[in-house]
């Protein structure tokens, strides 16, 4: 009965509205089937994801994990919550554990086992921004933006352990499947497959076109579905406009075969309406019998018939209603499926119930073997000595002849790296440890949940045989976790980077304690606080959206804004001085900013070093600049002496993610994420 109802559904719906294929462009209301009735709200606030499981309901939201009894679809009640997981984003389900994603903050394992009190188990340092999420028995995948799929050892919940890193590109999402990894990719609109035989090593197979960026991804049957959005490959530059061919009509469901696994074949696709609106800009899909459940954001949930794979057709869609605060529709984030019910997640509103009769049914859970995990077997390369603590090596500094090791989760390490590597101390942290700064004999430590803290160094004996840090002060920002910091000698500040897209300036001399004297926020991410000062007290920082804008550390009445910017997208790297203008590591090269310039990057020169792709955070010492590359494992050293002829010493990749790269004694130091800290060895 149910099949025949579906069967008449849709010939009345494709008869009456005609199903919009590839190219064309409508409003939700307007040929893409049956409008679907939203029955009641659940009462627990913004919402970003869900997934359903037997008859549990999963959802996230604003830093909570929801559980819901579902037994009954229609009207599921309330079991328990948790809060205080972050900035929430996507969610995994994996027996009676739920992994969630949580952006900058990671990622939180969670105890559902009793239901009513869930029970965090652990919270894991993901190499990058942690987006998408999905699980394959003790094996873990975390999409990563920029750094690509991060693979982790789960088989203890409560000590998760790094893998290996595929380096995709701009991951998104992700869906398991046997032994292969399907990835949306972003900006290069593309669906990648990693093979995860081995997890210690995956390897990539294939890279598949799609006409949109890549975000959600599932695997049904022998197909792999993937929902794409904003721009399509029509567009005729990076950041189109509205008179642009291609703006805005990336979005839709493509539809891929696996026959061979390691290589999918595209089969179809179908397009929603063309909508550009960066934030809250992500898609998904979920599957089950005939029917792909699409979530396109503001353009809201859409029922796509795939029964025949060649010919997707548009069965039924909801789009939400208009958020007066907004003046745009209410965004669906992410959705999960029961018995003739939609869960949608309303980014803006609540978790939606949305009857979807003779439409809608569980998803099936895949019929796959898990990939097993071997043993470690950690190689040392010949250049370098190399030290691993628990933990992802970020950041390192130095006091004297002992290196301050910022390592995640492992917290602050002191080290002893010449003649032999030996640890001397090891400093326990509130949260993770993201960077660390000496001054005199302070150390600075960014500590992500844990705030800002400044330490006291002190030696235990004076055979260097043992060192501790005795804490000082502490500040911890109204809201967020402090990913970055930088201070600057003789002046009384510290500037921070909280979460992804603010800054905030702490007055750190103050003996009652840091105290918030600036913020400054909504130029987008922040990608590169100012290491050097200049002579007028001015500090240049690169944001995403707002590119170079200068800081004033010295000027009266406190910290402010200069009023000098250079507000033009300029990557996610970084910049340095270079006498009174910048050098900014972008498009392979190093752009040259002069003063008040107001010319647009196109127009400006980009100083090329002969050898070498420049991509990745700098840092300058005297004459050289370092530029390391977390995303690809690139490391690059250019003599600057001669201005106008910047040259390369050398360039070499490795594998994990390099942060800090300095010399230290001669020597090059390398803090090089869950590889460790890499010191290179005497000649």
């Known amino acids: 009965m149910r099949r025949l109802f579906s069967v008449i559904l849709i010939i009345a719906l494709l008869v009456a509205a005609g199903a919009k294929a590839e190219g064309e462009a409508g409003h939700p209301a307007e040929g893409y089937g049956l409008p679907l009735a939203v029955v009641r709200q659940l009462g627990i606030g913004p919402t970003m994801a869900a997934s359903a499981v037997g008859d549990r309901l999963y959802a996230i939201g604003q830093g909570r994990l929801h559980v819901f009894d579902a037994s009954r679809p229609a009207e599921p009640r309330l079991l328990g919550t948790l809060a205080g997981l972050g900035n929430t984003r996507q969610i995994a389900i994996g027996g009676s554990i739920v992994y969630v994603t949580s952006r900058e903050h990671g990622v939180f394992l969670i105890d559902v086992s009793e239901p009513n009190e869930p029970k965090l188990l652990s919270h894991y340092d993901s190499i990058e921004v942690a987006t998408g999420v999905d699980v394959s028995g003790e094996l873990l995948l975390v999409t990563c933006r920029h750094h690509g799929l991060e693979l982790v050892d789960v088989s203890d919940p409560r000590k998760p352990q790094h893998l290996a890193v595929a380096r995709t590109g701009e991951a998104q999402s992700v869906a398991v499947w046997g032994s292969y990894a399907y990835v949306g990719v972003w900006g290069s609109s593309e669906l990648v497959v990693v093979d995860v035989r081995n997890p210690r090593w995956p390897e990539i197979t294939a890279r598949c076109e799609l006409d949109g960026y890549g975000d959600g991804v599932t695997v049904h049957g022998r197909y792999v579905l993937v929902a794409t ?13 509205p008179g642009d061919e291609g703006y805005g009509r990336g979005h839709g469901l493509e539809i891929f075969q696996i026959g061979d696994p390691a290589r999918p074949r595209f089969v179809a696709r179908i397009k929603m309406p063309p909508f550009y609106r960066i934030g809250m800009d992500m898609w998904s899909v979920k599957a089950a019998g005939r029917y792909a459940f699409v979530a396109d954001t503001y353009n809201g949930l859409f029922v796509i018939d795939v029964g025949d794979p060649h010919r997707p057709a548009f069965v039924a869609h909801r789009q939400l209603p208009v958020v007066p605060r907004y003046g745009l529709p209410g965004v669906v984030g992410g959705l999960a499926l029961a018995e003739d019910y939609v869960y949608a997640a309303g980014a803006w509103t609540d978790l939606e119930v949305v009857e979807a009769r003779g439409l809608a049914q569980p998803v099936e859970p895949p019929q796959d073997e898990p990939p097993p995990i071997p043993a470690a077997e950690p190689e040392t390369p010949a250049r370098f000595r190399v030290y691993r603590p628990d933990g992802q090596v970020r950041s390192v500094d130095f006091l004297g002849d002992v290196a301050v090791v910022a390592a995640g989760s492992g917290g602050i390490r002191l080290v002893r790296l010449w003649p032999e590597i030996v640890e001397l101390g090891h400093q326990p942290t509130e949260g993770f440890a993201m960077k660390v700064q000496v001054l005199g004999d302070r150390v600075y430590a960014a500590e992500s949940q844990g705030g800002l803290s400044i330490w006291k160094y002190a030696r235990s004996n004076a055979s260097r045989e043992g060192c501790s840090l ?16 930088a201070v600057h000698q003789g002046s009384p500040y510290a500037m921070l980077g ?10 750190v001399s103050e003996p009652a304690g840091p105290r918030l004297v600036y913020r400054d926020t909504g130029h987008g991410f922040l990608y590169h606080l100012g290491e ?12 995403q959206l707002g590119g ?12 402010r804004f200069a009023g000098r910017e250079y507000p033009f997208r300029l990557g996610n790297a970084g910049s340095v001085a270079w006498g009174d203008d910048r050098l900014v590591v972008c498009r392979g090269g190093l752009l040259q900013v002069r003063g008040q310039e107001s010319r647009p990057p196109d127009e400006l020169t980009t100083v090329r070093v002969a050898g070498a792709s420049l991509r990745g955070m700098p840092r300058r010492q005297g004459d050289l600049l370092f530029v390391a590359d977390r995303s690809r494992g690139d490391v690059s050293l250019v003599d600057l002496s001669d201005a106008a002829a910047p040259r390369l010493v050398e360039q070499f990749n490795v594998p994990g993610n390099p942060g800090d790269v300095l010399r230290h004694q001669g020597a090059l130091v390398i803090a090089n994420g869950y590889e460790g800290l890499w010191v290179e060895r005497a000649e």
């Open 229 to 241: 959005g904003h721009h399509s490959r029509a567009r005729t530059t990076s950041y189109p406009g």
């Open 470 to 485: 005795e804490l000082e002060r502490r500040y911890r920002p109204q809201r967020g976790y402090v990913r970055d910091l």
């Open 498 to 507: 909280v979460d992804l897209s603010t800054l905030e300036i702490v007055d």
């Open 532 to 543: 050097d000062q200049g002579e007028d007290g001015s500090v240049c920082v690169l944001w």
């Open 548 to 559: 170079l804008r200068w800081y004033e550390l010295a000027a009266t009445g406190g910290p």
